[in-house]
């Protein structure tokens, strides 16, 4: 059971480069969110989804796409890389809505805009 | 707008005391969440809160919510340096989690 998985772990792009942030989970969660954390400012909400084919917007989601074609897989797009994209990003899914046990964190995606 | 405010956000302790750290947010929620995150790595789940005065314990570490009141507390008891991490809390919104800005724990011998 790998649970959430995350890839690439780091990545360094240059301004105006586009790029996917790919995030899988075999749970067959229905709910998947992305989050950004920046130092100071705990993790915060960029697009989430309730379910296949539906996606929503959350806190900043400005200079990123979202797609959910199936449970499993739920991408996060890069248009255009800008340094004040640099963050670590976090995938994350639960059974359903917010959940009764919480949130399963994917380990991390280190991104660098130089 | 919900909004989750931690504090302290840096706390340094020696090893044996006892300390707390409080969450606080805005609007009404049923659900709070406390995780641990240590250096470079990602989120684990501490604690769910469900209710009005519910606690739950796990080893030196207690948690708990007055949702009347909006704030929850994760209250550690003779400290351990293994307990050093980032805790966060994390409140229920209506389509996600909004997390606080966390707490830098630091135990020193």
């Known amino acids: 059971n790998a649970g959430v998985t995350q890839t690439p772990k780091f990545q360094v792009l240059k301004t105006g480069q586009s790029m996917t942030l790919q995030c899988a989970q075999d749970?067959?969660?229905?709910?998947m969110s992305w989050y950004r954390q920046d130092p100071g400012m705990g993790l915060r909400l960029i697009h989430y989804?309730?379910?296949?084919?539906?996606?929503d917007q959350g806190e900043v989601p400005n200079g990123y796409n979202v797609s959910r074609s199936t449970t499993e897989d739920f991408p996060l797009r890069l248009l255009s890389a800008a340094p004040s994209q640099t963050s670590v990003y976090f995938c994350?899914?639960?059974?359903?809505?917010?959940?009764?046990?919480?949130?399963?964190f994917g380990s991390g995606t280190r991104l660098t805009v130089v | 707008e919900l909004k989750v405010e931690q504090n302290p956000l840096f706390l340094s302790m020696q090893e044996g005391k006892n300390y707390t750290i409080y969450c606080n947010y805005s609007?009404?929620?049923?659900?709070l969440y406390w995780y641990r995150q240590d250096p470079g790595k990602s989120l684990e789940s501490l604690f769910v809160?469900?209710?009005?005065?519910a606690v739950k314990q796990e080893g030196r570490l207690m948690a708990s919510l007055d949702t009347k009141a909006r704030l929850s507390t994760l209250h550690i008891t003779a400290a351990v340096h293994d307990l050093s991490a980032t805790y966060f809390c994390?409140?229920?919104?209506?389509?996600?989690?909004?997390f606080g800005a966390g707490t830098r724990l630091t135990v020193k011998p």
């Open positions: 749970m067959n969660h229905e709910y």
């Open positions: 994390a409140v229920d919104g209506s389509n996600d989690m909004r």
């Open positions: 809160l469900l209710s009005n005065g």
């Open positions: 609007t009404t929620s049923d659900r």
């Open positions: 989804s309730v379910g296949a084919g539906i996606t």
């Open positions: 994350a899914s639960t059974e359903g809505g917010t959940s009764f046990y919480g949130y399963t």
